[in-house]
């Protein structure tokens, strides 16, 4: 079974371009969980999803941010024209059901660097 | 709010020796779930252990141990023989059972652990 998939794993952008993330949950995960890591920081909630649902988007910046989980295919971060403060870690975790106690399996991140 | 607060930015401790590494939180709600995750140099986050509120007993995983006191609100995490392999970041984590924030994982600010041979 293979674990949360993310890509790219590393990502520069030039401030004002768009950022795109993506995550694969692994096999059988309905739940998705993004999360950003600044420099010599923790781990910070951005927004939980459920297929075609966003259920808590309550970390997530109010502008130039955006998720989505379709019914086919990835779970997509998007950050509209990056600025530097961008520059993070951005981690996605999945998990398989919502009921009791869920594990939160983390992807490897991807590092997005703002030039 | 849910709060998580590691007060040790760094440590460091000799190879076979042990280290315990410190956490504490804030939450009014009454069952929840603590976690401590190692984050080495890869960036990979690892689930070292778990911890249901709900249990008196501490949790153990070979040659990881907690030290939960719910009480106190504190979790503290020992390492036994550590191994040139624990060297990384170390977070706490708070999970709530339910409620609102159901999901979302809080995490503290991380304890770089050091391992000299």
């Known amino acids: 079974n293979a674990g949360v998939m993310q890509n790219p794993r590393h990502l520069v952008r030039r401030r004002g371009q768009e950022a795109r993330l993506r995550c694969s949950p692994m096999k059988g995960h309905s739940h998705v969980y993004w999360y950003r890591q600044l420099p010599e920081e923790g781990l910070k909630f951005m927004v939980y999803l459920q297929k075609e649902n966003i259920i808590d988007e309550s970390g997530m910046p109010k502008e130039r941010f955006s998720a989505e989980f379709p019914k086919e295919g990835p779970s997509i971060l998007r950050i509209q024209q990056v600025v530097r403060g961008d520059s993070a870690a951005y981690f996605c975790a999945s998990s398989p059901q919502l009921a009791g106690y869920d594990e939160q399996y983390f992807g490897p991140g991807t590092r997005l660097t703002v030039t | 709010a849910q709060t998580v607060t590691q007060s040790q930015p760094e440590m460091s401790v000799q190879e076979a020796e042990t280290v315990t590494l410190s956490c504490t939180y804030d939450?009014?709600?009454?069952?929840?779930?603590l976690f401590w995750y190692k984050q080495p140099p890869s960036r990979q986050m690892i689930l070292v252990i778990r911890q249901e509120a709900y249990k008196q007993q501490n949790a153990t995983e070979n040659r990881f141990s907690v030290n939960f006191q719910k009480a106190a609100k504190s979790f503290s995490l020992k390492i036994s023989d550590s191994q040139l392999g624990d060297a990384a970041m170390y977070f706490c984590a708070y999970l709530p059972a339910g409620g609102t924030s159901y999901g979302k994982l809080t995490f503290g600010q991380g304890t770089i652990l050091t391992v000299h041979p």
């Open positions: 939450t009014s709600e009454s069952d929840y779930y």
